[in-house]
């Protein structure tokens, strides 16, 4: 019997209504097979283009999944450790220095300067705390280091030559012992190419995208592609406008810098299948084996101490801890899916979930920056939706029941 998704429907098909959304495109799979698919309205900022399974969205943060899985293969394969040093890898890291004027969680937010009094790291950053968001990075891509860096090269810095200068600025604290959200996995990405020999988009292209049959995810959108990018907004602090935001992703500083934190764009069509190759234990649709289940495993153990995790526990992210790279349910009251369930989100509104209980991954997408509301209130919502249908079909699984 097919699962009723009615009410996931009508919630999606509100959402233009409700929070003023041009375009709203979800997929959900189960086990290879499409369970749902729903899009509403318009990719263009005229509203006369109907959106289509061809638009691309720029999906920010959820790039971090595809970063993630790119390096727990070089981690199955031995070429990366996660608890190995950084500077192994990228020795511009050797000698880290911490802030001792930044003050955290305060509004606006004030970047560590390279003239703040510091002083040294006491212990040096690990892949595993780049991952885990307790590195001490910040998440300043506009800092005076990372614009020299750009300058001196003529706009064409690549992706190892920022992170070196990003290198360059004081942590927010010392490494391992709070957590804040970071360009670790732009680090992540450059230990890629490090450890690789390959840029880091060609090695997703070699090893991710190209296997599993992947044909529109981009880091950089071709110029005959452009055109296929739904119009992008963004929220009006203190109140709930949205705005035309015609200002691209400012996270592709220059052309060869292959964010690993926020760069790709692609399809929803693409981009699930990614996941749902998550959700099924690391084996894609086409029999591809993209990861171990263990490793998938160690993505969604949660990885923070108490005083890490009552950082994250900001993040509105309720019911959730961090692991590598990812949210991980660990309170099965706070949702209708189940514990152990993970994934993550966009600046824009993108939202992933793979489930590897159940096999069952969901894929959302919108265009709207900075819209506080598609995390606390969209995301959530949707997700227990899609679970209320799935419970009458399935029952609900929770970790360990397969």
């Known amino acids: 019997m097919p699962v009723n998704f009615d009410k996931v429907r009508a919630y999606l098909s509100s959402l233009g209504d409700t929070y003023g959304l041009h375009a709203v ?210 929220g009006v602090l203190g109140s709930n406008d949205i705005r035309r935001m015609d200002v691209g992703n400012r996270y592709r500083i220059t052309s060869k810098y292959d964010s690993g934190g926020a760069g790709l764009a692609c399809t929803v069509d693409d981009f699930i299948l990614l996941l749902d190759a998550l959700a099924c234990g690391g084996t894609a649709h086409n029999g591809y084996r993209l990861l171990s289940g263990e490793s998938i495993d160690q993505m969604r153990t949660p990885q923070l101490n108490e005083a890490a995790q009552a950082d994250f526990s900001r993040s509105g992210k309720v019911g959730y801890g961090y692991g590598l790279g990812v949210r991980t349910l660990t309170d099965g009251s706070k949702s209708k899916s189940p514990v152990g369930e993970f994934g993550w989100d966009g600046a824009a509104g993108a939202y992933a979930l793979i489930d590897p209980i159940n096999h069952v991954s969901i894929f959302y997408a919108q265009e709207v920056l900075g819209m506080m509301r598609s995390y606390s209130e969209i995301h959530p919502t949707l997700r227990d939706l899609v679970y209320e249908a799935l419970e009458t079909d399935c029952g609900r699984r929770q970790e360990g029941e397969y």
């Open 25 to 234: 495109d979800c997929k959900v799979m189960r086990d290879h097979q499409v369970l749902f698919r729903e899009m509403y309205g318009h990719r263009d900022y005229g509203h006369s283009v109907p959106i289509s399974s061809r638009d691309l969205y720029d999906v920010y943060s959820c790039t971090k999944i595809a970063t993630m899985t790119a390096a727990m293969q070089l981690v199955e394969k031995g070429m990366i450790r996660l608890d190995e040093h950084v500077d192994t890898y990228l020795p511009a890291f050797s000698h880290m220095n911490v802030s001792e004027e930044f003050v955290p969680f305060k509004f606006p937010m004030k970047w560590p300067a390279l003239q703040d009094r510091t002083h040294p790291a006491p212990t040096k950053i690990t892949i595993r705390e780049l991952m885990a968001m307790t590195s001490g990075l910040s998440y300043d891509l506009e800092s005076e280091a990372v614009r020299t860096a750009v300058a001196e090269s003529q706009g064409q810095a690549g992706t190892v030559e920022i992170v070196n200068a990003i290198a360059r600025m004081p942590l927010l604290f010392d490494p391992g012992t709070r957590y804040a959200y970071s360009l670790g996995h732009d680090v992540i990405a450059a230990v890629i190419e490090s450890v690789s020999g390959q840029r880091y988009a060609d090695y997703l292209q070699d090893h991710i995208f190209g296997p599993l049959g992947l044909h529109d995810m981009y880091m950089h959108v071709p110029e005959s592609e452009q055109d296929r990018l739904s119009a992008q907004y963004g």
